[in-house]
């Protein structure tokens, strides 16, 4: 054991030297050569890089700060020799993420991501034919074409959100995030998790957390050292590593469980709309095809046969959903409650256009939407208000670039700043605060303006967003159509106040806040009951 010890102790100081000497020639190298300088950043020490400027607290509040300060669209530092670019200007997204997209598509590779059995999760893949097989099967099974097929599904998480809310108004956040994780679980699988304690619900919540805290910049020394991954997780500071694993092995359980019911389903002819039932079923064809495409491209898949693989990616296709999908859903809906009680006058002017265009009897249905532009409105700017994934997901360049006289080497981490480009003044005046009339026109139309940036960029923007955008607009317009939400009142009635704080990490959400979620009166009250 002591030896173990011993020769895990040179390997860790072997790395560290090997780490010194690398950052030490790549500095060498840039005061050598008459390349470009990377975009301005703070300063830079061997080693380390400017690991220790990174900010721990809103890092796209902070980075914007340095744009201010160092005049640039663009602003970097280097972290342990690898080197990230934070966008944080739509002209200068739209340029890199957008027009250059065949060279910002990649993704970073993640150690702790690949030890926590994550590497089939579309959004951390690496730009390569693997990830295209897959997206274009994400858009067959979920895409614009086949996105009101799914209808039945958001009207029913509607209405259970609403039966949750009535029941347990207080509890109101949890419901928030159930109603996000019985949507994708229904769209998956066709799932239909259950209120309380349910199985694959609590397991995938766990893992999904457990994945994500491993992304952001700095998480984890092994992210930007992958050499420590060998060393034992006992060793101070691998702590990482037990997470990981525990994260492969509960990962590895939602995995295998769901699929099996959906086949036993098809079997029995009870089936209803999935991702899952669709490939194994309509899919089936196509599918094919696009495996045949996957095998004659090669090495990804050496050595498995098609049929393997395509069973392995019906078990796993579905599951992308879950963890891209119930976060940012989820986190939408609470800062759509989170704005609605604070902006009372927001909900008038909503329920009023409700009642005059769909009437008390009935809960809105999306072929009402264009006849309902302020709830439009309400969603666009609580998506924009507070992003939910306030830096998006990281792009790495497969090749050099230069903009605006810096250079952007391959292998550079590429950030779109989200929360930046949502917020910038010139666009969006008064950005801090909840004004849904400005995504509308004079004559009370929605404007041209969706902020597409809190989908993403370029080849990587979220293939979600159709099935996302209808079903958070039918979850508002059901929720304002029926309840009025308010600031909570303390004991001896005064109004309990709501914060303007944030969670952080690579999504985002209000902080716990109380509220009070009432039926606007007993007509919506009847309504409510009436759901079955
Ligand atoms: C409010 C809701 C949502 C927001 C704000 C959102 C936002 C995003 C963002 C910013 C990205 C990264 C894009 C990039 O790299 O530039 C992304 C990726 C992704 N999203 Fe969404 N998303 C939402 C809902 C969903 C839903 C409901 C699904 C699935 C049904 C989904 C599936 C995905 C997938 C699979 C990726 C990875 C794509 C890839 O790497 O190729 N998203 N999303």
């Given amino acids: 054991m002591s030896a173990q010890l011993e020769n895990n102790h040179i390997l860790f100081l072997a790395t560290l030297a090997f780490g010194g000497l690398l950052a030490a020639f790549t500095v060498a190298k840039r005061w050598h050569t008459t390349s470009p300088p990377p975009p301005p ?39 342990f020799g690898q ?9 200068a997204a739209q340029v890199l993420l957008e027009q250059r997209s065949a060279i910002y598509s990649d993704r970073p590779t993640w150690t702790v991501i690949d030890l926590s059995g994550w590497d089939w999760f579309l959004g951390f893949m690496p730009y390569s034919e693997r990830w295209r097989v897959r997206r274009r099967i994400f858009r067959k099974t979920l895409g614009e074409q086949v996105c009101p097929e799914y209808r039945p599904i958001q009207y029913k998480m509607a209405e259970n959100m609403i039966k949750w809310l009535y029941s347990d108004p207080k509890d109101f956040q949890r419901y928030m995030s159930l109603t996000a994780a019985w949507l994708t679980l229904s769209l998956a699988w066709g799932y239909d998790a259950k209120p309380h304690d349910d199985p694959i619900v609590e397991k995938t919540e766990v893992a999904v957390a457990m994945a994500v805290q491993n992304t952001m910049p700095g998480a984890s020394v092994l992210n930007e050292i992958p050499l420590l991954s060998r060393l034992p997780h006992w060793f101070p500071g691998m702590g990482y590593k037990l997470r990981a694993s525990e994260c492969k092995t509960l990962t590895n359980e939602i995995l ?26 309509e899919g089936g064809l196509d599918f094919q095809a696009e495996m045949a495409i996957a095998e004659s491209v090669g090495s990804v898949f050496s050595g498995e046969s098609g049929y393997e693989h395509q ?28 704005g609605l009680v604070l902006n009372p006058h927001v909900q008038r002017c909503a329920q009023e256009e409700i009642d005059r265009v769909v009437g008390r009897g009935r809960l809105p249905r999306l072929d009402d939407r264009p006849a309902l532009p302020y709830v439009g409105a309400i969603l666009r700017e609580s998506m924009r208000w507070h992003t939910v994934v306030p830096l998006g997901l990281p792009h790495k360049t497969t090749e050099d670039d230069i903009y605006d006289g810096y250079l952007i080497p391959k292998g550079t981490m590429v950030f779109g700043n989200i929360w930046a480009i949502t917020h910038d003044p010139e666009k969006y005046e008064d950005p801090t605060s909840f004004k849904p009339e400005r995504f509308l026109q004079n004559d009370g139309t929605l404007n041209d303006d969706e902020a597409p ?22 979850a508002v317009a059901s929720l304002l159509a029926v309840f009025d939400l308010n600031l909570a009142k303390d ?21 716990p806040f109380e509220c009070s979620i009432v039926p606007r009166d007993s007509t919506a009250e009847a309504l409510i009951k009436s759901l079955a």
Avoid at 41 to 60: E, K, M, V
Avoid at 83 to 91: G, W
């Fill in 41 to 79: 950043g703070p300063p830079s020490y061997p080693l380390i890089g400017s690991w220790l400027s990174l900010p721990r607290c809103a890092p796209w509040i902070a980075y914007v700060k340095w744009s201010r300060d160092y005049d640039s669209d663009l602003v970097s530092f280097n972290a």
């Fill in 453 to 474: 940036a809190v989908f993403g960029f370029g080849r990587r923007v979220c293939p979600g967003k159709c099935i996302a955008d209808s079903s958070l607009w039918i």
């Fill in 83 to 91: 080197r990230s670019v934070i966008v944080n200007t739509a002209k």
């Fill in 311 to 338: 069973i392995r990616d019906v078990a796993n296709l579905p599951l992308f959903v879950y963890p891209a999908g119930a976060e940012t859903t989820g986190g939408t809906l609470h800062f759509v409650v989170h």
């Fill in 491 to 511: 004991g001896d009635g005064n109004m309990i106040p709501v914060k303007d704080a944030v969670t952080e990490g690579l999504t985002s959400r209000p902080q």
């Fill in 256 to 281: 295998h469980g769901p699929i099996k019911a959906v086949k036993q389903s098809l079997a029995d002819g009870t089936a209803g709309i999935s991702i899952a039932s669709k490939l194994l079923r």
